[in-house]
Structures are given as C-alpha cells and as structure tokens.
C-alpha cells in the first residue's frame, strides 16, 4: 500500500488521491517546494524572496519572480508540462492574483514530486494534481537540459 | 518533587511551604554553562531554567538564588512561579501547534509569519523564548521572524541554510540565558 498524507492534508488537495500519489518522504521544514523542485535542499535552503534568494532576482514572490529565479540555474519557459526526452522540468503554481504558491518537478520517469510546504515530499502522477483552494492552478512550465551526469532524485 | 533521578542534581535540600519554593544543591562544575554569570554573582531573578528531569513537574523554572558554596551551588526555586510558566509554555504550544498546523503547507515565509497565532507568540515576548529555542533545537526552522522581533537582535550566519541559521540562533540563546 502506498503511504498516504493524512486525511487532514489530503483534504488540501481534492484532486490528489484520485489522480494517485505517494508520500516519499517525511515531513521537514528546513528546505521548501521551490529548494526542493532545484534540487538545493540538502543544506537546509529554504528558496523564497525572503531567505534564500539569487542574487539580481527581484525581491517578491509573483510567479514572473520565480520564473527568473529558475532562469538563473538554467530554466527556460516552454510551453507543455508532457516528459521530453533530455530535459528536466519543473511546474509552477500561482493563484489568482499572480503570486508564486508551489513548485513541481518532474521525475526522469515522467511523474512529478513535491515537497507540500513544511510537510512531506510525495510523487504524484499528473503535474496539476494539487490544483485547488490550497496552490491555485498550475500555470508556467519549465525546462532545462539534463546536467551531464546529474542523478535525477 | 521527583527531582532526585536528574544526574545533575545532587539532593534536595529543603521545601518551604511558606513561600512554595525549593531548595537543591548542585556540583559547581555541572552548572557553570547553564547559569549566567550574572545570576551567579548578583543573585538575580531569572527566567532561565534546567531541565529538572522527566519526572519533574515542570520542564524548566525561575531560580530565585544561587549561592555558591566551596565546590557546590544551592539553588531557590520557587514553585509558585513554575506554576506559571508551565501555563505559558502550555500557551505558546497551543499557538505553535495550530499555527503549524494551519500554514504547515504554506511553501512562502510571509503566509507564516502574518498568522494570527504566529503574531500572537511575537506577542507573547520575551516569555515565549525559551520555548522557542526548544523548537529551534527539534530543527523546526521557521523561528527567526519571530527572534528578530522579539530580541530585536540580527544574528549573523556565515553560511547560508536554515542549520546554520538555527545553530547560530541556539549559540545566542545560550550566551544570553534563553536557550
């Protein structure tokens, strides 16, 4: 049985359990979703415009913030969230008002993982399957090649 | 009082029902980094407080006075005052665990901290540090908003990460007799 987030979380995310997901990891509030979908959280990095921050990157948290945020390690914008052969890629959610609430990354076998904030990392099979209330909608693709060597985690 | 089983303190020496407060004595040498200096010459009231053990009743508590004598140190505390801060680490854990509970999925630092029950910590002041620096300590990460406003004091990381911030934050409760 795949380990599930409990039914207080899941309730966050009404799309969640019918489009399948698995937590993959415990709940740790020293690194976030965007830390998490760059791959820079092993140090404790919590990625928003108030701790971890690039450097030339506006100060805010709208999504076109964010979008040059993953510019800066290599992210372009593109058009389709499907699995491309050679890239990696990463979903940004934002709500109504255009502000940045979550970060995916796509898995090399073509799923997507998450860290939910302070909460647990899971992998969930369809990019928009936390859509709602909670991170609004998924609105931005990204994508980058594959670093030379790099273990896709 | 179940205080004897903490290795650290020797023996309880009195319990004055008059005041409710007690007497225990400790070895110098196992104190020295737990006690301010400043309380160890001036005999001041203090906020800090050692772990009195699992079985104590209470986690920590105000040291009336500390005497020293030759290789040992007497310590006053007064119940009546323990009393009162295990009703305000019973609030601050109330706050903490509703404000986690209900921002916990919140990946952004200002959908925290504007949290009434977060705000309402900041509120609580200077009673509410000790118990955050026992959540810095269980590396919950999300505490140096509420540092910054309460101490009103920067504390410099050289490197960057929430462990180095936490470990930093730690060391300066430390020196100032919060952690």
């Known amino acids: ?153 | 009082m179940h205080l004897a089983d903490k290795e650290s303190i020797e023996s309880i020496l009195k319990f004055d029902q008059h005041d409710e407060s007690f007497e225990f004595s400790t070895r110098t040498r196992e104190w020295q980094g737990l006690i301010p200096a400043s309380l160890r010459t001036n005999h001041k009231t203090s906020t800090f407080g050692p772990d009195l053990g699992r079985n104590s009743p209470r986690q920590s508590c105000n040291i009336w006075k500390t005497s020293d004598i030759g290789e040992w140190m007497v310590h006053k505390v007064s119940v009546r005052d323990n009393v009162e801060h295990v009703e305000i680490e019973a609030e601050f854990r109330n706050l903490a665990d509703q404000w986690y509970r209900e921002t916990g999925v919140f990946s952004m630092t200002h959908k925290k901290v504007i949290h009434q029950a977060y705000q309402q910590i900041i509120g609580m002041g200077k009673d509410a540090l000790p118990f955050i620096f026992k959540e810095l300590r269980r590396n919950r990460s999300h505490w140096f908003w509420a540092l910054e406003s309460i101490t009103r004091q920067k504390v410099l990381v050289s490197e960057k990460g929430a462990r180095a911030a936490i470990a930093a934050w730690i060391k300066w409760g430390e020196e100032n007799g919060y952690a």
């Open chain 1, 1 to 153: 049985m795949p380990k599930r987030l409990s039914a207080e979380r899941e309730q966050l995310f009404p799309r969640l359990h019918s489009s399948g997901y698995e937590v993959t990891s415990p709940e740790d509030d020293l690194y976030n979703c965007a830390s998490w979908a760059l791959g820079e959280q092993h140090s404790g990095e919590w990625w928003d415009p108030h701790n971890e921050w690039a450097e030339g990157v506006p100060r805010e948290t709208t999504l076109e913030a964010f979008v040059s945020l993953y510019q800066t390690a290599g992210y372009s914008q593109c058009d389709f969230f499907e699995l491309e052969s050679g890239f990696e890629k990463v979903g940004l959610y934002g709500d109504k008002n255009g502000e940045f609430t979550h970060a995916t990354r796509q898995k090399p076998s073509g799923v997507w993982t998450s860290k939910l904030g302070d909460f647990e990392d899971i992998m969930h099979v369809f990019a928009d399957a936390l859509e709602g209330e909670t991170y609004g909608v998924l609105k931005i693709a990204l994508k980058r090649p594959v670093p030379m060597g790099k273990k896709n985690t």
